[in-house]
């Protein structure tokens, strides 16, 4: 499955991983950030809330920093190919694989994103308001990667 990007989206993206990866690989915090990736399973029961996420969380976490660091190498893969014109298409491979983590991160960073714009529903989202750009170039580039993954498995 090929998925294509510019090569100014490239470098933007593999900023936004770098910088999810830094977050999920840091000290441990109540950064709510961090707190949507790992919500609370028991809603009504904070003490087992609690203690689920001190036994899970470190793994989540780890899991989210593994997926982040395959999808840097994907874009990492075609930012070493020589050229300088921005605009100019890139193709990433991705095998199977790949999908499910590029699924993954690409739907955290969204969530990350919208935990710093404070929307916690579609209500909170203005399509007007500049600061939602990227939320919504990566909601473009997951929808299309959605549909290209669903085609990889029909074939």
Not at 115 to 127: A, F, K, N, V
């Amino acid at each position: 499955m090929m998925l294509t990007l510019t090569r100014i989206e490239v470098s933007h993206l593999r900023d936004l991983v770098a910088q999810f990866t830094d977050l999920v690989n840091g000290t441990p915090s109540d950064d709510p950030a961090l707190e949507r990736l790992t919500p609370d399973v028991y809603p009504d029961d904070e003490d087992a809330s609690r203690e689920f996420r001190s036994i899970t969380r470190g793994d989540l976490l780890h899991r989210r920093a593994r997926d982040a660091q395959l999808v840097r190498q994907g874009l990492d893969s075609v930012m070493s190919a020589p050229g300088d014109d921005e605009l100019r298409p890139v193709d990433i491979a991705l095998d199977a694989e790949a999908i499910d983590p590029w699924l993954r991160t690409l739907t955290a960073l969204r969530l990350v994103i919208a935990t710093r714009l404070g929307i916690e529903t579609e209500d909170d989202h203005d399509p007007e308001d500049p600061r939602f750009a990227v939320l919504d170039w990566l909601g473009y580039r997951l929808d299309g990667l959605v549909q290209a993954a669903d085609s990889f498995q029909e074939e």
